[in-house]
């Protein structure tokens, strides 16, 4: 069993019932945990792109949250929000995946090129039944890429789209010849052929990208996939639809059947507080019982992970074919009084911790988990952003991926970890998550706290090396669901940590509550 997951002995079936719990005060003394770190035992590298984004046509995520038209009275470049924009790039965004999600497989790429005043307006039918303008296609996509710094990732139409629609859009992105297509991009403003890092065939198509069966979209990928050509040494990654949660029924048909044309596999998973899907509880004002639900359910991944890869390593060895979870996340009830299709949600102290959470897991799986997308980037879901006309505010997940930007192409380190258990009533977890990494300054260890009640004193002994400096920066807050909103949008930020200190070895801490906290060893 791994690590993160050791001692976790059962869920309470109370938590499907959503039962309010009063939080408990910090009262509770400092527990001891013990870490012995192996930087003499460098493991895989930790690829920037498990810190992906995910933007899709759904809601507010792509107008009003990205992009506003160059006509707004709200700052823009070309369209784009300079807020957002702004903020993106000091996230250092390694790579976005447009345009969706189940929103992918009814996107016909020509309907979001040419004049803008020209292109057709359709119908978002999984989101909401709104008009889609069409206003922000594939131009616009790849110019928002460029404007952050971002690597594109293309989700294609497999569910109502063709083999020949894919392949005209890959080579209308990539193809440096003389065309009709690529005379129609210049003519559409890019001479150029862009760089597209990722291209995956359908999504989901389990549910609303065709509601198939694994072999039938094995098949289906083989036969697209052939098709889609770009440039030499400018072919994208591309991706097959994999499963979701603890089916590895679709991973197992695609590492047995599928053997070239494929370097990722898709995989998703939602953490929810409960059970059940039609009642998942609230963004806030929860209780204790839903803290634990949530950071137990998060948990998960780590067990899904390491059961699909066990199903690749038996094919696929040299682990060529990367496992990528592209839309991972927290998804609650919708807030009273918005459209339910927006998915809009607040987004509190759980959220960075659940992301904290899962970037540790992530990086445990370094040498198979390469990609990864959170969903979603702004005003969906675990957004990083909220925007509100000219406002925007800044998440504590936005927080949480500015303090694991150091892991980004760093190194893994492997650790053994000796903690205390986090228990409310007959539910337990362990207490302390933890990762680290060589860096190119030295080395950076990840610590989250999931107890909201107790703080913990963390002694990490680290072999194969003897750094002498410490600096650190800390993400907690007094309520499990502190939140930044437009009238405190600085309520839950990060501060620096000081409550560490390195001798012989040695790194001693002390972790809040419900705390995560990143620190830089030089």
Same mark, same amino acid.
């Given at each position: 069993m791994p690590l993160i997951l050791r001692g976790v002995v059962m869920l309470l079936l109370a938590f499907t019932a959503m039962r309010p719990v009063e939080v408990r005060a910090q009262r509770a003394p400092a527990r001891s945990a013990s870490v012995v770190l192996h930087a003499d035992r460098p493991g895989a590298t930790i690829d920037r792109h498990i810190f992906g984004q995910f933007a899709e046509h759904l809601?507010?995520?792509?107008?009003?949250g990205v992009w506003v038209g160059e006509h707004s009275p709200i700052p823009n470049v070309r369209g784009f929000r300079n807020d957002v924009i702004a903020a993106l790039r000091n996230l250092h965004v390694p790579v976005v995946r447009w345009p969706g999600g189940c929103f992918a497989d009814e996107y016909h790429w020509r309907d979001g090129?040419?004049?803008?005043?020209?292109?057709p307006v359709t119908l978002n039918t999984n989101w909401g039944g709104v008009p889609e303008t069409n206003a922000f296609g594939?131009?616009?996509?790849?110019?928002?890429?460029?404007?952050?710094? =971002?690597?594109?990732?293309i989700n294609g139409n497999l569910g109502t789209g063709s083999a020949h629609? *894919?392949?005209?859009?890959?080579?209308?992105?990539?193809?440096?010849r003389p065309t009709s297509l690529t005379a129609e991009r210049a003519r559409n403003g890019h001479p150029q052929p862009w760089k597209i890092a990722y291209f995956a065939v359908g999504n989901e198509a389990w549910g609303c990208g065709g509601n198939m069966t694994p072999d039938h979209y094995v098949d289906?990928?083989?036969?697209?996939?052939?098709?889609?050509?770009?440039?030499?040494?400018a072919r994208p990654i591309m991706v097959a639809s994999g499963g979701n949660d603890n089916d590895t029924s679709w991973t197992t048909a695609l590492v047995a059947k599928v053997s070239r044309d494929m370097g990722a596999i898709s995989f998703h998973y939602y953490t929810i507080p409960g059970e059940r899907w039609r009642s998942k509880g609230p963004a806030t004002g929860f209780g204790e019982d839903q803290w634990m639900s949530t950071? =137990?359910?998060?948990?998960?991944?780590?067990?899904?992970?390491?059961?699909?890869?066990?199903? *690749?390593?038996?094919?696929?060895?040299?682990?060529?074919?990367?496992f990528a979870v592209d839309e991972w996340g927290t998804w609650y009830d919708p807030e009273p009084g918005r459209e339910p299709g927006f998915l809009y949600q607040q987004n509190t102290l759980r959220d960075a911790v659940?992301?904290?959470l899962n970037f540790n897991i992530f990086q445990h799986h370094a040498d198979r988990v390469r990609l990864a997308n959170i969903a979603q980037m702004v005003n969906v879901l675990q957004a990083m952003i909220l925007t509100k006309g000219s406002q925007m505010i800044l998440t504590p997940t936005y927080h949480v991926f500015k303090m694991f930007e150091p892991f980004q192409d760093a190194t893994y380190l492997p650790a053994d970890l000796d903690v205390p258990q986090y228990t409310l009533g007959t539910a337990s977890l362990p207490a302390i998550s933890l990762s680290a990494a060589r860096t190119a300054s030295g080395i950076a260890v990840a610590l989250v706290n999931v107890d909201p009640n107790a703080a913990a004193k963390v002694s990490v002994s680290i072999s194969g090396a003897n750094p002498a400096q410490v600096s650190?920066?800390?993400?907690t807050a007094a309520a499990m669901d502190a939140r930044n909103t437009f009238e405190a949008p600085d309520a839950v930020h990060p501060v620096a940590f000081t409550a560490a200190s390195i001798k012989g070895g040695v790194l001693s801490l002390t972790l809040p509550a419900k705390s995560i906290v990143v620190v830089n060893l030089r």
């Open positions: 809601g507010r995520g792509i107008e009003e090129i040419g004049p803008r005043a020209a292109r594939t131009h616009e996509f790849l110019d928002f890429a460029e404007l952050i710094g =971002a690597d594109a990732y629609e *894919m392949a005209e859009w890959l080579q209308y992105m990539t193809s440096d289906l990928y083989r036969q697209d996939a052939n098709f889609l050509k770009a440039p030499e040494g950071l =137990a359910h998060t948990l998960r991944m780590e067990d899904y992970i390491a059961q699909n890869s066990l199903v *690749m390593d038996k094919y696929d060895p040299a682990k060529k074919i990367a659940v992301a904290a650190g920066t800390l993400l």
